[in-house]
């Protein structure tokens, strides 16, 4: 079965250090996609990436970064130089092939969430 | 470009009772998904609705329900309400199965429903 664990529950830095976020996913399918939203306290979550199990390149977004590692079925996320409002929840969420309709990335399946608190 | 929105925003219920949500997606949005989210459970997936179609559904009991209008706003029912049913729900919309695709959900703030 799938299965995403953040095994971090609650993180907290000093403003301009650096963070990483763990991520580790179960799934017995070739293809797949992760994902990493952010959920500020206002409750919505907001979209900050999509990897496809095919492309193990690394990203960096600014202050973002991830590293997706198929060997350790790892996509951890790198926040350099944490600013206070990098504070939220971040959730790591796998796509359920078996629910893919026509692209459909409707179902997903949630880590249980990072919550990250930036001192300033 | 307006978000999703979700109505209500808050409701107190007490069990027994029934209550609706309702969710419009963004402009051009024909697919929208709900999601259950608390503490204890985290974000679960309850059903996907495309085109006025349910084509996913999660792991939830039949008192939750929902549909599709035409308009692709969605509305999703739970009926005969518990103590465990206290929490925030989630409405998505996306792009999904259309051109333009990006695999991104789009949020709304939810709405957090409290039963007593």
């Known amino acids: 079965a799938q299965k995403v664990t953040q095994a971090q529950t609650e993180i907290s830095v000093v403003e301009k250090e650096d963070v990483t976020l763990d991520c580790v996913y179960e799934t017995r399918d070739t293809t797949y996609y992760l994902f990493w939203y952010k959920q500020p306290p206002s409750g919505e979550l907001v979209f900050l990436i999509r990897r496809n199990s095919f492309d193990e390149q690394n990203e960096i977004s600014g202050r973002y970064s991830w590293n997706f590692q198929k060997s350790t079925s790892s996509f951890n996320f790198t926040i350099t130089a944490s600013q206070v409002v990098d504070s939220a929840v971040y959730f790591c969420?796998?796509?359920?092939?078996?629910?893919?309709?026509?692209?459909?990335?409707?179902?997903?399946?949630f880590g249980k969430g990072t919550k990250l608190s930036v001192k300033p | 470009k307006a978000g999703v929105t979700q109505t209500p925003r808050y409701l107190i219920k007490t069990r027994g009772q029934q209550v609706t949500l309702s969710c419009s997606p963004i402009s051009g949005h024909r697919s929208v998904s709900w999601y259950q989210q608390t503490p204890g459970q985290g974000l679960q997936f309850l059903f996907e609705?495309?085109?006025?179609?349910?084509?996913n559904k999660g792991n939830f009991p039949g008192r939750f329900s929902g549909r599709q209008f035409s308009n692709s706003r969605s509305e999703m029912n739970v009926s005969t309400l518990e103590l465990g049913d206290s929490a925030l729900y989630l409405c998505?919309?996306?792009?999904?199965?259309?051109?333009?695709?990006?695999?991104?959900?789009?949020f709304g703030e939810g709405s957090r429903l409290t039963v007593l």
């Open positions: 998505a919309s996306s792009l999904a199965g259309m051109a333009g695709n990006t695999g991104e959900l789009f």
């Open positions: 609705y495309f085109s006025e179609t349910q084509r």
């Open positions: 969420a796998l796509s359920d092939p078996h629910s893919n309709y026509g692209g459909s990335q409707g179902n997903l399946i």
